[in-house]
């Protein structure tokens, strides 16, 4: 206690409160299981450079659907109404124009370019996905390595 008031330049009569939560953290750890396969495996998956490579593939993916989304039909409506010489807007002196359209971008003849997006991204994320793999060969053989000489 006299450390933890030190580092925190707390006074020496002030009183700490000091939650106990030991029992709460026991009840969630208690199933787990800690075989070296277990541990390894749970190491593997929480690995920084697997996880910033599993996110860049999750943007890629997010990324190729809304090259997906950009090939769809739009649908969108409008109106304009106009009035003359300042009267009541009713019979002869209101002007309105009102319509729907519907907007389609095709795929072919230099639209948006859909299908060599959706290529390159499908590339993108294949090759994301052989650097994962690689990177979990690579911290495997690490791994084995240092527990070899480790002993």
Same mark, same amino acid.
């Given at each position: 206690?006299?450390?933890?008031?030190?580092?925190? @330049?707390?006074?020496?009569?002030?009183?700490?409160?000091?939650?106990?939560?030991?029992?709460?953290? %026991?009840?969630?750890?208690?199933?787990?299981?800690?075989?070296?396969? =277990?541990?390894?495996?749970?190491?593997?998956?929480?690995?920084?450079?697997?996880?910033?490579?599993?996110?860049?593939?999750?943007?890629?993916?997010?990324?190729?659907?809304? $090259?997906?989304? #950009?090939?769809?039909?739009?649908?969108?409506? %409008?109106?304009?109404?106009?009035?003359?010489? =300042? %009267?009541?807007?009713?019979?002869?002196?209101?002007?309105?124009?009102?319509?729907?359209?519907?907007? $389609?971008?095709?795929?072919?003849?230099?639209?948006?370019? $859909?299908?060599?997006?959706?290529?390159? =991204?499908? $590339?993108?994320?294949? #090759?994301?996905? @052989?650097?994962?793999?690689?990177?979990?060969?690579?911290?495997?053989?690490?791994?084995? %390595?240092?527990? #070899?000489?480790?002993?």
């Amino acid at each position: 206690m006299i450390k933890i008031k030190r580092l925190c @330049y707390l006074k020496e009569d002030e009183i700490l409160n000091i939650e106990d939560i030991s029992e709460s953290l %026991y009840n969630v750890t208690s199933e787990l299981s800690f075989s070296p396969y =277990s541990l390894y495996d749970t190491a593997f998956q929480n690995h920084p450079v697997l996880l910033s490579g599993n996110r860049k593939i999750s943007i890629e993916a997010r990324q190729r659907d809304i $090259y997906k989304l #950009q090939n769809r039909p739009e649908l969108f409506s %409008y109106g304009v109404g106009s009035w003359e010489h =300042s %009267y009541i807007p009713f019979g002869d002196n209101f002007n309105y124009n009102i319509g729907v359209g519907l907007r $389609y971008t095709l795929p072919y003849w230099g639209g948006s370019s $859909y299908k060599s997006k959706m290529v390159q =991204s499908d $590339y993108r994320i294949e #090759q994301m996905n @052989y650097e994962n793999d690689q990177a979990l060969v690579d911290i495997k053989k690490r791994n084995r %390595y240092h527990s #070899q000489y480790s002993e």
